[in-house]
């Protein structure tokens, strides 16, 4: 760990930035649990659960080309300054939901907080580059992913705890808080202004040629779609994982309820499965950069143990049949989705050009949020309407992860000797 610690100390405008990401992500478990929780409460649903996802991640996937090219072309400080600025007012508006009458209006409010996170991420993460040493680019991304898994365990399990003892509007309220917070440690970050070449083009135009060159570059292209192959697997727990909380392994026994005046037995169950969730996303790229270490085709290998490693214990979720041994599959899991997330992302870090890479990352993003967005939907019709039992379901989602796991691996050993001779040039 002492890497990660000599980056914060010593790089000043990383450690700002990795503050404004700390309790900004501290307050979004809080809001999400809190969100699943309201939904729960006033139409207990499948679908009615998946809208809630869906509305949280289709604005990322026609947003995402619009942030691309304002990632590219504007400050991305100052795109990341607004965007909390406006989340905080809206987080703030979910107060206005008090029956199920007005659920519409609680889709509506997270489809534009949503908008804002779409324009808020494609700049983080081009950011990262630019306050970042490319040495210390994997570094900075496990302590990210490391942060991002601390903070779903810590928010998850106080959130979950807070919205269970004191209901939803207090994770509302802190959410709007954290927000603004880390508007205010970003507009500490000092970056010197980018050169952006004049194309000529505007709009939709400069994201096409962004795209031009990624087709360009079909290895590129390739870790591009990384994290949508995974997401169109992984999607279908946030709405599964809800399901199995309230009716399979809520938090009922009466001695725990009565020493946490706990009200909701589900909503502490799934604060505790997100916690788990959180040490598994943050525990994995270390262990797994640990052992195999910072080199690109090492980390390509990485990715392909992080598709078994997720379909595998997605599997596992419908196989056991205690609590312990779901949260260890939860573990197991999560390790694999971590991998995944880190090694994928520092690879475009060090191989997209900088004058493309918030294009790059924007469409990286839409791709992910539109299969995330199908696997969302997928869940909660098969819940709803097929009439299989929810740990089949989750069976057959685990198998599919591991086909998506083998079709990447078809796709790496077809481009792993231009990896060798572009680390290795006669």
């Not at 309201?38 to 942030?67: C, E, K, M």
């Not at 909380?245 to 001695?255: G, M, Q, T």
């Not at 990352?361 to 539109?370: C, G, I």
């Amino acid at each position: 760990m002492n890497e990660y610690i000599i980056l914060l100390r010593q790089n000043r405008n990383y450690r700002y930035l990795w503050l404004g990401n700390v309790v900004s992500l501290l307050g979004d478990w809080f809001n999400l649990i809190a969100s699943a929780e309201l939904i729960t409460d006033l139409s207990n649903t499948g679908i009615a659960i998946s809208s809630l996802f869906l509305a949280r991640f289709l604005p990322l996937f026609f947003v995402s080309p619009l942030a691309g090219v304002l990632a590219d072309r504007y400050s991305r400080r100052g795109i990341m300054i607004v965007s909390d600025l406006l989340r905080a007012a809206t987080v703030l508006g979910f107060l206005l939901v008090r029956s199920s009458g007005q659920i519409w209006l609680l889709y509506v409010l997270t489809m534009f907080q949503f908008v804002l996170s779409a324009l808020f991420t494609p700049a983080r993460t081009a950011i990262l580059a630019n306050v970042v040493p490319q040495k210390d680019l994997v570094t900075a991304n496990a302590l990210d992913s490391f942060t991002w898994s601390t903070m779903l365990a810590l928010g998850a399990f106080l959130g979950g705890l807070a919205t269970a003892v004191f209901g939803a509007r207090t994770a509302f309220v802190l959410d709007a808080m954290t927000f603004l917070l880390s508007a205010w440690w970003i507009s500490r970050v000092l970056v010197a202004p980018r050169k952006v070449a004049a194309t000529g083009a505007g709009g939709w135009l400069d994201f096409v040629d962004g795209f031009r060159y990624l087709w360009s570059v079909p290895f590129i292209l390739g870790i591009s779609l990384v994290k949508a192959a995974g997401s169109l697997v992984w999607g279908s727990i946030n709405v599964l994982e809800v399901t199995f909380a309230n009716e399979i392994y809520p938090l009922d026994a009466p001695w725990l309820q009565e020493a946490l005046n706990i009200e909701d037995a589900g909503t502490a169950a799934l604060g505790i499965i997100y916690m788990m969730s959180g040490l598994g996303t943050g525990l994995g790229p270390l262990l797994m950069r640990r052992w195999l270490g910072d080199a690109k085709e090492r980390m390509l290998w990485g990715i392909t143990i992080g598709f078994a490693l997720m379909g595998g214990g997605i599997a596992g979720l419908g196989l056991v049949s205690a609590f312990p041994l779901f949260l260890l599959a939860t573990f197991i899991r999560t390790v694999g989705t971590g991998t995944i997330w880190v090694f994928s992302a520092a690879l475009l870090q060090m191989m997209a050009p900088d004058r493309y890479r918030g294009r790059v990352f924007a469409f990286e993003f839409a791709a992910l949020t539109l299969t995330q967005s199908l696997s969302i939907m997928g869940a909660g019709f098969a819940q709803d309407n097929l009439g299989m039992p929810l740990p089949a379901i989750a069976v057959r989602v685990g198998l599919s992860g591991l086909g998506v796991g083998a079709v990447w691996l078809f796709f790496l050993w077809r481009h792993l000797t231009a990896v060798r001779q572009q680390n290795n040039p006669a």
